[in-house]
């Protein structure tokens, strides 16, 4: 495979003069790389989105900033466009349930889950009926949020570092899922991301519906299965906590529904509650990691247990198996890439949307500065003091030959970061900076 033309002046790789002693690795990741298309729809959205928070958050005074922190909305803006994507490439007419819609105000709804339960029912009267889910597959959610992530991230630098670039790998089956590169620095990214929340879809109904049983006709049964013509009817993306409805219009509709959450997020008011909306789930994950709280809110947000969702799915790299899979492949860039350049130029970086809040304590806080290195680079010698006549033995390593296990953990939420260098060109300080300038 050829190399994008983009790409050709990666560091290490097979136009740099510089002699990296293992070009045949580093062409290899090059080959791999595609740009972060700049025409998508999904960036078209992320665009969008962001544009309009840069008018909300810098139109405000200083005190009423906090009530919009950058990091959790970029946090917000991960699972709605996760959720746009989720819409668009799983929306068909099968797959839909029916909620009566008994002690709410607002009628019989169909809703198109990707949890095992009614969003309105579970968040709204704690009951959890068991319901059908579309929730695709881990390969299918692994790329979408894969892609996302790379995808929020290169718009981010592209403020704070205007001539940095960033590409992702098209091998899904590689050791490195993305790079990020300027002149005299090649950072190597693992990916590792997942939403707090999905919204479904709704489409509202006049009436109850009907069905035939035992001969008579009579009211359908809640929570059953249904069908929507989705290129003829109205669809909504719902946010149940707080009864938000965000009118797509119909699946057969031009882009669908990057267009209308697109025309609906211009408007810095709808944002605003968007982003609010997201933070109060946010803080019902935070509470339920002290204790499991009953409160119903949960049952919206991913990995919430209780026959709703799989708790191996919590957010971002919130599960022990993720952290201990990004540390090993962090590692694995330090020995098999790092190592391999005198110059000392590549990074390591673990991202995420979503800062590992249940599991930093236990696995994780111990582990982030630290730094590794190898016997070969060491030299020894000998030291006596008048205090210790006997000599002892020291081992001298030089500076270049310490590695950071992680240079960086980028996670939308909350960052870690070991590697100067990479706090400029990527933290969320510098890009507030920048836009409200
Ligand atoms: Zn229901």
Same mark, same amino acid.
């Given at each position: 495979m050829a190399i994008n033309p983009y790409f050709a002046d990666m560091p290490c790789g097979i136009n740099d003069p510089y002699e990296s002693g293992e070009v045949s690795k580093f062409a290899e990741l090059q080959r791999g790389l595609v740009p972060i298309s700049n025409s998508s729809p999904s960036i078209a959205l992320i665009q969008a989105f962001l544009d309009s928070y840069r008018l909300l958050y810098c139109g405000l005074p200083e005190i009423q900033r906090i009530d919009y922190p950058p990091n959790l909305t970029m946090g917000a803006l991960f699972d709605l466009?996760?959720?746009?994507?989720?819409?668009?490439?799983?929306?068909?007419?099968?797959?839909?349930?029916?909620?009566?819609?008994?002690?709410?105000?607002?009628?019989?709804?169909?809703?198109?889950?990707?949890?095992?339960?009614?969003?309105?029912?579970?968040?709204?009267?704690?009951?959890?009926?068991?319901?059908v889910s579309n929730k695709p597959g881990s390969d299918t959610i692994g790329e979408i949020c894969g892609d996302t992530t790379c995808e929020i991230l290169s718009e981010i630098i592209k403020v704070t570092s205007p001539g940095i670039k960033i590409g992702k790998n098209r091998d899904r089956q590689a050791d490195v899922d993305f790079v990020i590169y300027q002149?005299?620095?090649?950072?190597?990214?693992?990916t590792k991301s997942s939403p707090l929340v999905i919204y479904p879809l709704e489409v509202k109904l006049n009436h109850?519906?009907?069905?035939?049983?035992?001969?008579?006709?009579?009211?359908?049964?809640?929570?059953?299965?249904?069908t929507v013509d989705v290129a003829e009817a109205d669809i909504f993306m719902y946010i149940p906590h707080r009864n938000l409805r965000i009118s797509l219009g119909k699946a057969s509709s031009q882009q669908f529904p990057y267009h209308a959450l697109i025309q609906h997020i211009q408007s810095p008011q709808n944002l605003a509650e968007i982003i609010l909306a997201w933070k109060e789930l946010y803080r019902v994950y935070e509470a339920n990691? /002290?204790?499991? $709280?009953? #409160?119903?809110?949960?049952?919206? *947000?991913?990995?919430?247990?209780?026959?709703?969702?799989?708790?191996?799915?919590?957010?971002?790299?919130?599960?022990?198996?993720?952290?201990?899979?990004g540390t090993y492949q962090s590692l694995k860039f330090g020995t098999y890439y790092k190592e391999r350049d005198s110059r000392r130029i590549i990074r390591s970086v673990?991202?995420?949307?979503?800062?590992?809040?249940?599991?930093?304590?236990?696995?994780?806080?111990?582990m982030v500065d630290v730094i590794w290195t190898k016997e070969k680079y060491s030299r020894t010698f000998y030291l006596k003091t008048q205090r210790n006549?006997?000599?002892?033995?020291?081992?001298?390593?030089?500076?270049?030959? /310490?590695?950071? $296990?992680? #240079?960086?953990?980028?996670?939308? *939420?909350?960052?870690v970061y070991m590697d100067e260098r990479l706090k400029e060109v990527t933290s969320l300080d510098t890009y507030i900076n920048r836009i409200c300038q």
């Open positions: 466009v996760v959720s746009a994507k989720y819409a668009e490439r799983l929306i068909a007419d099968a797959g839909w349930t029916y909620c009566e819609g008994s002690e709410t105000s607002d009628g019989s709804s169909l809703y198109f889950c990707y949890l095992q339960t009614c969003p309105r029912c579970s968040v709204n009267r704690s009951v959890k009926p068991k319901v002149p005299n620095m090649l950072a190597l990214g693992e109850p519906l009907t069905e035939i049983r035992e001969g008579q006709r009579t009211l359908k049964r809640d929570h059953t299965q249904a990691l /002290l204790r499991d $709280l009953a #409160d119903p809110r949960k049952w919206i *947000t991913c990995g919430c247990g209780g026959g709703v969702d799989d708790s191996k799915n919590k957010p971002g790299i919130d599960r022990t198996d993720d952290i201990k899979k673990l991202a995420s949307n979503f800062f590992p809040l249940r599991t930093f304590n236990r696995y994780l806080s111990e006549p006997t000599p002892r033995k020291y081992s001298l390593f030089a500076q270049s030959d /310490l590695f950071y $296990l992680y #240079d960086a953990i980028i996670c939308f *939420t909350e960052s």
